[in-house]
């Protein structure tokens, strides 16, 4: 059944079955979360045929073509099922408080190529207008790797988050250069490590604190540096990660 777009960049409504009410704590409130997914297809007709089909139980609220056509699939008062097994900040259901956007892009297996022109300025037009009618923090806009570290890449370090912040869209400070120095990676262990994941967990990241540098350590590291310090991205938490992770927390405008 169709239903009237939520926002005036809406192209065209072509609803997904693939949806429900919004339910526990996320349940009769509006979403205060925005998460950017990458479709990871070889073509965007494709990703918009395996949002709507129903045996693949996947949606999400929005879809963006590489020429800036926006699609809407799920209403934002109902809950799409885009970002699966994720939490931030505590939260677990995520689908339950947030809005989703695909955004029509190859990926990784794709060999990850800049995004269109089109493209952004049509995600930072929705984006704002979505914002504009949302309680959603900057720093609650996220990447779909930001809530799933552990699985997810997306949208990947070629998604210009810096022009996003400029538009107002997102939290963002620009990256502490890359020097040589100390830095933590996997296998080791003791209180400075303790310490860089009650910072990531302080943030928002999903992270026990456990002093040890683990696989989830690693993937929480990536899944930072992919969003917040896209010019290296090896799992390894150098100054330049660890200052920049400091500073947002210094400068989060909520």
């Avoid at 990850?112 to 923090?137: K, M």
């Avoid at 100390?182 to 002093?211: I, K, N, S």
């Amino acid at each position: 059944m169709s239903f009237p777009p939520d926002s005036p960049c809406v192209d065209a409504v072509l609803p997904s079955p693939n949806r429900g009410p919004r339910i526990g704590p996320g349940a009769g409130r509006q979403p205060d979360l925005l998460i950017l997914h990458y479709t990871g297809m070889a073509t965007a007709e494709g990703a918009l045929a395996r949002l709507r089909d129903p045996s693949a139980e996947v949606s999400a609220h929005y879809f963006v073509f590489e020429d800036g056509r926006i699609v809407q699939m799920v209403a934002e008062a109902e809950r799409a099922w885009h970002a699966g097994a994720a939490a931030w900040a505590g939260l677990r259901d995520i689908n339950s408080r947030s809005i989703g956007i695909e955004i029509a892009h190859p990926g990784h297996q794709g060999g990850l190529p800049p995004y269109p022109e089109a493209q952004i300025a049509a995600v930072i037009a929705l984006c704002r207008d979505i914002l504009a009618r949302n309680p959603v923090p900057a720093s609650r806009v996220l990447a779909h790797s930001d809530v799933a570290p552990d699985r997810k890449e997306d949208p990947g370090e070629t998604f210009p988050w810096a022009r996003l912040a400029a538009a107002g869209i997102g939290h963002w400070v620009t990256p502490a250069p890359i020097r040589d120095g100390r830095f933590f990676a996997q296998g080791d262990a003791g209180e400075p490590v303790e310490a860089l994941q009650a910072m990531f967990a302080l943030y928002g990241y999903d992270l026990a604190v456990t002093g040890r540098f683990d696989a989830a350590t690693q993937a929480v590291v990536t899944a930072f540096q992919r969003h917040f310090r896209p010019l290296r991205v090896d799992g390894v938490a150098d100054a330049s990660t660890i200052t920049t992770l400091r500073d947002l927390i210094a400068r989060r405008p909520d």
